[in-house]
């Protein structure tokens, strides 16, 4: 995610950060996973209009971060490693502070390759989360993020910061569409 962040600031702002700041900007907390919240409003107060697609419902994290994450992975072990991995408190409060800012707008539903394109077209340079097994088959699980820079009507161009970084990687929308939602 830090490594997208500062891949969007320079490449929309022209402005280059360092780690140090990407991290202190997007919320990482070292042996913690991040969510994307504190990124969303960092790019806001940047300037940069931000739409964030997701299933994640911003208002359920920014009341009930716990509950939220039950809703989408369900009650057992998955949600539960989740929770403990989260500072629930930090987190409600960058994505209700994410919720006051007229510079983010959510949409509350399952984005699709389509909608990567489709903010290419519009002149957006989508980040988006995936499956890095899926995306590389590996066959294991992670959460990744990736900058998309480009797409034909069949192949989209990902900056993927790895590790191993691979800048002008080509996939089909169908394998980014099936690792989207692994």
């Not at 962040?5 to 022209?14: C, D, E, K, Q, T």
């Not at 913690?32 to 419902?57: C, H, N, Q």
């Not at 707008?105 to 489709?118: I, L, S, Y």
């Amino acid at each position: 995610l830090q490594a997208c962040f500062m891949m969007a600031v320079r490449s929309l702002l022209g402005r280059q950060i360092s780690w140090e700041e990407a991290e202190k900007l997007t919320g990482y907390v070292a042996g913690r996973d991040t969510w994307p919240y504190a990124m969303l409003l960092s790019l806001a107060d940047l300037g940069l209009s931000v739409k964030s697609i997701e299933m994640f419902d911003d208002r359920a994290m920014a009341t009930d971060p716990a509950a939220e994450v039950r809703r989408i992975f369900g009650e057992g072990e998955v949600a539960d490693a989740v929770i403990a991995d989260m500072d629930e408190e930090y987190e409600a409060s960058v994505a209700s502070r994410c919720l006051g800012n007229p510079h983010i707008a959510f949409e509350v539903r399952v984005p699709t390759a389509a909608d990567v394109v489709g903010g290419l077209e519009a002149g957006r340079l989508p980040l988006v989360s995936l499956d890095y097994g899926r995306l590389h088959l590996t066959g294991k699980y992670e959460g990744h993020m990736v900058v998309v820079s480009g797409a034909t009507a069949e192949r989209v161009e990902i900056f993927d910061p790895g590790p191993p970084g691979d800048a002008g990687l080509t996939v089909p929308l169908a394998e980014l569409d099936a690792a989207m939602h692994s």
